[in-house]
């Protein structure tokens, strides 16, 4: 079983939709859960971190946690061109590293 | 800017070559990493420092090796690649036990 395990996708979306990505992660004990970019040809960038269940907003993003049923997602509201790009979903099970989904690819077309 | 510089933003090297992979943060932290990022594939993570101290080794093949000479700097040494060992490196660091931070990538090739 993956570590962490996120829909490669290709996901597309309309421009000013709701896009919805997720994860699941198979260990119980993980403490803190992040979501990362990624362009393509560039490197991963922090977009949210979240360490308790429930939801978390930033602006247009949302993170959501549920530990009991070991899911994260990241919702993108009024999603935009330049959201297209590679989601990356992160789990820490310990302080010392963290682990990466393949990543969903998402695409918002105009 | 990122706070994590990496270089050379690209390498292309034979099999018999030996090369190195140079990472630099200046944000304080004390955790550094490696990770390595294949086509289709999830990040890998190869090799984590903590105070300067390997903490985690992923079963990386030996023609990989690391130095941390201090907690700002970390390197990835390079000898007797395989095609194969082609892929984005990537060099970032943490404040230990939290948000990791990444340089902007090394890209490999192997020939």
């Known amino acids: 079983q993956k570590e962490v395990e996120q829909n490669s996708g290709p996901l597309s979306v309309p421009e000013g939709a709701i896009a919805s990505l997720n994860c699941t992660y198979s260990?119980?004990?993980?403490?803190?859960f992040f979501w990362y970019r990624q362009y393509s040809g560039k490197s991963p960038e922090l977009i949210m971190s979240?360490?308790?269940?429930g939801d978390k907003e930033d602006g247009r993003f949302t993170a959501q946690l549920n530990k009991a049923s070991q899911y994260v997602s990241l919702l993108i509201r009024d999603s935009q061109p330049s959201d297209s790009a590679t989601y990356l979903c992160?789990?820490?099970?310990?302080?010392?590293?963290?682990?990466f989904g393949a990543g969903t690819r998402l695409t918002v077309k105009p | 800017e990122t706070g994590v510089t990496q270089t050379p933003r690209h390498l292309v090297m034979g099999m018999t070559n030996k090369k190195s992979l140079k990472c630099e943060q200046h944000?304080?932290?004390?955790?550094m990493y490696w990770y390595k990022q294949s086509a289709k594939k999830p990040l890998e993570l190869m090799f984590v420092?903590?105070?300067?101290?390997?903490?985690e080794n992923n079963s990386v093949p030996s023609r990989f090796s690391p130095e941390c000479p201090n907690s700002s700097h970390l390197f990835l040494h390079l000898h007797t690649l395989q095609p194969e060992d082609s892929a984005l490196y990537l060099c970032?660091?943490?404040?230990?036990?939290?948000?990791?931070?990444f340089g902007e990538g090394s890209w490999l090739t192997v020939v």
């Open positions: 970032a660091s943490s404040p230990l036990g939290n948000t990791i931070y």
């Open positions: 979240i360490y308790s269940n």
């Open positions: 420092y903590n105070f300067k101290e390997q903490t």
């Open positions: 992160a789990v820490s099970p310990n302080n010392n590293d963290m682990r």
């Open positions: 944000l304080g932290h004390n955790a």
């Open positions: 260990d119980r004990g993980s403490q803190s």
